[in-house]
């Protein structure tokens, strides 16, 4: 098909050249002192594009004969380049293939072959990632020295250069990430807060920036950081739920008396204080510290929407109901004898409510949901034990002191468990 193409395009030159050329009227006449010539026009024409090739021709030559260095240099500058990014792409391969003594070393190699022309020197972006690769390897060999003088190399570098700025922010969160594996939080935290704005609310920031405050025993920045993770949807639902729990138990747990407990309790989100674990952890450690009333309070709105709560989140209300049982005011015994009412089988309610009745001295119901409680296998241990040295108290007060041995040996038998 191209044959014919081409034929065709020839007989149409030929007819082209046959209509225009035929007719060789024209002359082009030349004049030298005495001399002169003439030719067809035909002829000047065909002659002078001919020369024009040939003066193109010969300008093309000569230039390529000047030019000849030139692209030798530039053929062995792009021959060095090839062979730099070649040493690069090994020492990435061999980094993520775990063999980062190959990789240190392609990377120093990729690093003097830039620095050995003049003409690569000025990639800044090539010599940062180098460096990088470079400290990478050397922090997974544990030679923090070296390691550290690559990342100041690349940072120094990339701060000077605009197009190296990526580098620069993945160079810090590296810094950051290496400083959590020395277990250095505070170095950690100090990079992370050189980062541009934009760059700390990331996602890889924010889990770094997780782990520091963690690290550095500072739940409660944690728990803001965590909170901003969660909407980032960086965790899963049920993670998140968990983490922020846990979170929220290292601030209360942090606390050293009831005012810094109280404060830590106000300084929580208004989702975390509607969590029934978090407001019994704070009832626990409130009582602990003997606010018995602050903790009671805390856990009211709880009580009163108990039947919207798991059987899990009813038992650990129930522990911190009885950790703050001191004191308990007669205005408690109709929400809890409403809640025995609606979960009657449930033996941490039996326990507190039994607690809370022995408190009230109503020594009749007491004595039934405590020997509930003390014979509930479910029950931490810790509870049945308080349930019999209660019905123990119960008896020695009551004169029977067979019934109160027998509750003291079951105390004491759970105790040896």
Not at 43 to 72: K, M, T
Request: glycine content about 6%; charged content about 25%; hydrophobic content about 50%.
């Amino acid at each position: 098909m191209r044959a014919v193409i081409w034929f065709v395009l020839l007989f149409a030159l030929a007819v082209v050249s046959a209509s225009v050329l035929g007719t060789n009227d024209g002359l082009a006449s030349f004049y030298w002192g005495s001399w002169r010539l003439d030719v067809s026009l035909n002829l000047f024409l065909i002659a002078l594009l001919a020369a024009c090739f040939a003066l193109v021709a010969v300008i093309q030559a000569v230039n390529a004969l000047i030019g000849l260095p030139r692209r030798a240099h530039e053929w062995r500058v792009a021959r060095r380049d090839r062979t730099a990014q070649a040493a690069l792409r090994d020492a990435l391969s061999q980094y993520f293939g775990g063999r980062y003594s190959r990789a240190q070393k392609s990377a120093q190699r990729a690093l003097l072959i830039q620095s050995d022309t003049p003409d690569l020197v000025q990639d800044n972006e090539f010599t940062v990632l180098g460096h990088l690769l470079a400290a990478g390897s050397l922090h997974k060999l544990q030679d923090r020295t070296h390691r550290d003088e690559q990342l100041r190399l690349a940072l120094d570098l990339s701060s000077r250069s605009g197009l190296a700025r990526p580098a620069e922010e993945g160079a810090r969160l590296l810094a950051a990430e290496w400083a959590l594996d020395d277990r250095d939080a505070a170095r950690a935290l100090e990079l992370l807060g050189e980062l541009p704005p934009g760059v700390a609310r990331r996602t890889h920031a924010l889990r770094l920036r997780l782990q520091a405050t963690r690290l550095a025993r500072q739940p409660h920045e944690a728990l803001k950081t965590a909170r901003l993770l969660a909407k980032h949807q960086a965790f899963s639902k049920e993670a998140a739920q968990g983490l922020l729990r846990s979170l929220a138990f290292e601030s209360l747990d942090g606390a050293r008396d009831a005012d810094q407990v109280r404060r830590v309790w106000l300084s929580l989100e208004a989702v975390d204080r509607r969590d029934p674990f978090v407001a019994a952890r704070t009832a626990t450690r409130l009582s602990k510290f003997g606010a018995q009333a602050d903790a009671r309070n805390a856990l009211r709105p709880f009580w009163e929407r108990l039947g919207e709560l798991g059987i899990d989140e009813r038992c650990a209300l129930a522990e911190a109901l009885v950790a703050s049982i001191d004191g308990i005011g007669a205005d408690w015994l109709p929400r809890l004898e409403a809640s025995l009412q609606a979960f009657p089988r449930e033996p941490a309610l039996a326990h507190a409510v039994g607690r809370a009745l022995a408190q009230r001295e109503l020594w009749g119901k007491a004595r039934l949901l405590l020997q509930q409680a003390a014979d509930a296998e479910e029950l931490p241990l810790a509870a049945r034990r308080d349930a019999w040295v209660l019905l123990a108290h119960l008896a020695e007060q009551q004169g029977d002191v067979e019934r109160t041995a027998d509750c003291y040996r079951h105390a004491a038998t759970l105790t040896e468990n």
